[in-house]
């Protein structure tokens, strides 16, 4: 049997040899943006599993960015050094490619690890002023954030292609712009967050303008043959939030500029949210950009099963997926869907006597 899910594709001149991708996953491990020897096992396990791509957690574009102080962050050599280290060790002992997602919390930043409960941070825990396209806060109790002017929203732009060059000498192979889940980007596109009246607020035009701004200063800092993409919440689920419809829009002009595939996800842009959350829930929303704007998707939430997975990409619902949970729960996910599957996938050198070619369980 062919399997669609181990077959290889194409974005730029990174071949990829599977359709399996470890989704970002913040860790709240790290010191002053910096990563450590956390990362060196949480992102060597599973450059190990032969997902063909794994994504860096939510990697923040300047300290103001982060969601809280224990965020993973690349605007400092300190931050290059120790992420360098990390990827270098990926790098020497794993089979997959390395891919890094780029993020910007905006209103929501400032506030508690989700193990310490999620919430802001109080007024004696050392707070930062958040930023945002409007002084609208993420839900009752969450700081109310400073309205980007355009030169700091200049200065974002500059922090997301500074933070884009050190990932070029890291020697990251693929970018993600951090464009869902309610963060800055995301709070742009959003007409719930977004209420300004220049011309970065109102039309949809207008909404996607810094988005769209972003994407081409990092196109322009980071290498041509290097694939760049986003992702994206394909709804806020909420009446008068963003929408599929404007999803495509935004994803034609995406392609329109440049970019090479979106990572379709939804919501987290506010807690009203209502989400009917199921196996491939965000599926339909991946199909629909992939079918309707012909980018390369990614689709992401509750795939969990080698077959779903398969069901997905040989459907043409998606390009590829992206697992987080399911990975946590069993780095070797991509093996074991290999074996399932009756399709064959890399292993590193020293793992190889564990492989069915030469051990059957
Ligand atoms: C521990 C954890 C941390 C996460 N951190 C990020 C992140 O840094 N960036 C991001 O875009 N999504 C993040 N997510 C969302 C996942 O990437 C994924 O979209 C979501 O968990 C749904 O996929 P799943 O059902 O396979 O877990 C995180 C999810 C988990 C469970």
Request: a neutral charge.
């Amino acid at each position: 049997m062919t399997s669609a899910l181990f077959s290889p594709i194409e974005l730029r001149s990174l071949r990829l040899p599977n359709r399996i991708v470890v989704s970002p996953m913040c860790q709240y491990m790290s010191v002053n943006g910096s990563a450590n020897d956390w990362h060196l096992m949480h992102l060597g396990q599973f450059a190990m599993g032969a997902a063909s791509l794994l994504i860096t957690e939510a990697t923040h574009v300047s300290a103001v960015g982060r969601i809280t102080y224990r965020c993973l962050g690349l605007y400092s050599d300190e931050n290059e050094t120790a992420l360098k280290r990390v990827v270098d060790f990926c790098r020497k002992y794993g089979v997959t490619k390395l891919g890094i997602q780029l993020a910007h919390a905006g209103r929501k930043g400032s506030a508690h690890t989700p193990f310490e409960g999620g919430k802001p941070l109080a007024p004696d825990e050392n707070p930062w002023t958040t930023v945002a396209p409007s002084p609208l806060r993420y839900g009752p109790g969450w700081h109310v954030p400073a309205v980007l002017t355009k030169p700091g929203m200049q200065e974002v732009k500059q922090q997301f292609v500074d933070a884009a060059r050190r990932a070029v000498r890291i020697g990251f192979d693929l970018v993600e712009l951090h464009a869902a889940h309610g963060y800055l980007l995301h709070e742009f596109l959003s007409p719930i967050s977004n209420q300004r009246d220049d011309e970065y607020g109102g039309s949809l035009e207008n909404r996607m303008r810094f988005p769209l701004e972003v994407f081409d200063a990092v196109r322009a800092a980071w290498p041509k043959e290097r694939p760049l993409g986003a992702r994206v919440s394909a709804t806020d689920w909420i009446d008068g939030g963003w929408t599929p419809e404007e999803t495509v829009v935004f994803a034609k002009a995406m392609k329109a500029h440049g970019c090479d595939f979106l990572d379709v996800s939804s919501g987290a842009l506010d807690p009203r949210q209502q989400i009917p959350i199921a196996p491939g829930y965000n599926v339909p929303f991946a199909e629909k950009v992939r079918k309707e704007t012909g980018i390369a998707v990614m689709s992401v939430g509750m795939i969990s099963q080698p077959r779903q997975a398969e069901d997905i990409v040989a459907g043409g619902k998606a390009d590829l997926v992206a697992i987080a949970r399911a990975m946590m729960d069993d780095p070797r996910w991509a093996w074991h869907a290999a074996r399932e599957l009756g399709a064959e996938t890399a292993y590193a050198p020293n793992y190889v006597r564990c492989s069915p070619a030469v051990w059957k369980p």
